[in-house]
């Protein structure tokens, strides 16, 4: 599909789908925009003897993001950050019993707070973040054990 921005690419990653636009403005330099946010990259050849794989390296005005958290860990359910912010409040502790889409957290993000709600019915068997963390996209908040 093509957009304002160039070409737009959905890439599923751990089950997740994420919406990727991407617009080439040089050779082998591009902008892309992932989740809001703008990154300028550039392909850069691998000096290999044997053969040539393309390296992304990210000009130092953008962030890279952590790597996308599985969406389960073993024996619960996890909820990761869906967009990077600031954690406002924490409503459960381990050993609280949750429905699914019920609100967990908020989450400040750009000015604007958000209710981070639970993925299924369970017993809260992790809290990973207290108010006043940074958290960006993909990182663990809450893990519940199914029930």
Avoid: W
Wanted: hydrophobic share 35%; aromatic share 2%; with cysteine.
């Amino acid at each position: 599909m093509t957009t304002e921005l160039g070409r737009t690419y959905t890439l599923r990653i751990d089950g997740k789908d994420y919406v990727v636009e991407v617009l080439e403005v040089a050779t082998n330099k591009f902008r892309v925009r992932v989740g809001g946010k703008e990154l300028t990259v550039e392909l850069v050849p691998k000096q290999v003897p044997t053969q040539q794989t393309p390296e992304v390296i990210v000009k130092p005005e953008a962030k890279v993001e952590e790597a996308v958290t599985p969406a389960t860990i073993t024996g619960g359910e996890v909820i990761t950050a869906p967009v990077p912010g600031k954690v406002v409040k924490v409503l459960v502790k381990p050993g609280d019993r949750v429905d699914e889409k019920g609100v967990v957290l908020t989450l400040e993000s750009m000015k604007m707070e958000l209710e981070i709600t639970s993925t299924c019915s369970g017993v809260v068997k992790e809290v990973r973040v207290k108010p006043g963390d940074s958290v960006n996209t993909g990182d663990v908040l809450v893990v519940i054990s199914r029930s």
